[in-house]
């Protein structure tokens, strides 16, 4: 059920071990190891945790190789043109209201997302269930509250077997929903639904919209919207070895208009972990590449309304030297109407997630030879970097493992296309009990909504949010 934590809730370090600098492996196998106890079938889960262990490559793995990367960022300091010093802006937002909590005493609620309209906030997460993993939502109001008849929940899919990780946008007349999808019991496939703003699910346990061949898994989707049609990104299993990047285009009303998967810029190498924005025009696509054949880079594509790839060879955006190694991972794209700011995790001199930083213009040029620090605390990893644009800032927020315990926090990053002026990070998941992780955030211009999953009282996950708002609210 949705509960206010009424505060005072003491960040326990409990689980040190578990989490501790083993980061986002470490959540991912107490998250395994919670559901042998439970004696559930783990097949699926465990598929799904190898995967992302695999996509995001194991930082406490990566650890032991990774030798002094701090000269690297150094140098690129000292390189970079003058106006790239950070500078420093205030962090405009208010924490307003209560953490909210979403619990399911029987099982687990995690690895959530959100989105918006003028309106309302949609939540969507993963519910383990006695038969396996759901899709679930609930609606906030665009003033932070919770819908009375959303508490809990609502299934959105509860198809057999497993669904999982959801993502939604809002097209103007309803909430467009696409997950990983494992009914058919041998591969994972991405099928879709609506939810209409009243809270009702238009094709009840959704639609296909990738089904991948024999056991090749269709997964990691991210998804945008032109005005007309929805472009739904995903990184896809080939030769039954590799993942590659595909993508395909449906209509609002359901149509897929690509008669088959389009690979956006095939590799032997594997690709992984999309994000998408639109800017007006086109798509811009980023993802973590394998391309180099040791390390993970980041590369972009631009995608044309019409399903063209722009730029098939793809833009090569991490290309900061390596003195010895580190790789680039999981990126997050934000269009602020002039331009994209990028964020990644990138290996720092301990082998720890640091967060850094570029701006691409709409025709893909990069403003930024080097890339910049966002973020970068030796004393924890950042990871899971997710970002927003509020019609006045950016507002970037990570899953930060600091003291062993994971906790949200966020910093503010003015759109300046010349200088980096962010906030000092500030806490987010001030309620979150422990462990809080896998953060997402949406804005509707207004305020912005922050959710993310953390081990509650009784010691399974739950899906928590807080609600920011600017400091000045006029005319409200
Ligand atoms: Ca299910």
Known sequence: MFRKVTGGVKMSHSNQEVLGEKGKLGMWIGLRGKKILNGVKLTALYISIKLRIFVLGSLAVKRRSLKVILPVLFVAALLAPAGAKAQEMGWPWNYYGLTFQISNESGDDFAPSVASNDQIYLILWTRRTESGYDVYGARVTK??????????????????????????????????????????????????????????????????????????????????????????????????????????????????????PVPISPSLRDQASPSVAFDGENYMVVWQDKRSGTFWDIYGARISPDGEVIDRKAIPISIEKRESGGNRWKPDISWNGAFYYLVWVNAN?????????????????????????????????????????????????????????????????????NDVIKSERRLVSIYGYDNAAYPAVSSNGEGVLVVWQATGPLGNWNVYGQFLHRYQVSGK
């Open 143 to 260: 003033a932070g509250r919770l819908f009375e008849k959303d508490q809990g929940g609502f299934p959105i899919c509860s198809a057999q077997n497993d669904q999982m990780f959801p993502k939604a946008i809002w097209d103007g007349r309803n909430f467009f929903v696409v997950w990983e999808d494992r009914r058919s019991g041998v591969r994972w496939d991405l099928y879709g639904t609506w939810v209409t703003a009243d809270g009702q699910v238009t094709v009840p346990d959704g639609f296909p919209i990738a089904t991948g061949r024999l056991t090749n898994d269709y997964v990691s989707p991210c998804l945008s919207f032109d005005g007309e049609n929805y472009l739904v990104v995903w990184q896809g299993k080939r030769l039954s070895r590799i993942y590659n990047l595909y993508f395909t285009r449906i209509s609002i009303e359901g149509e897929i208009l690509d008669d088959r």
């Open 349 to 417: 001199d301990l082998g720890q997630g640091a967060l850094q930083g570029k701006r691409i213009g709409p025709t893909g040029e990069i403003y930024d030879l080097f890339g910049f620090v966002l973020q970068d605390n030796n004393e924890a990893a950042q990871t899971f970097p997710a970002m927003v644009w509020d019609g006045q800032d950016h507002l970037l927020i990570w899953e930060d493992s600091g003291q062993g315990n994971a906790q949200i926090y966020g910093i503010s990053i003015a759109a300046d296309p």
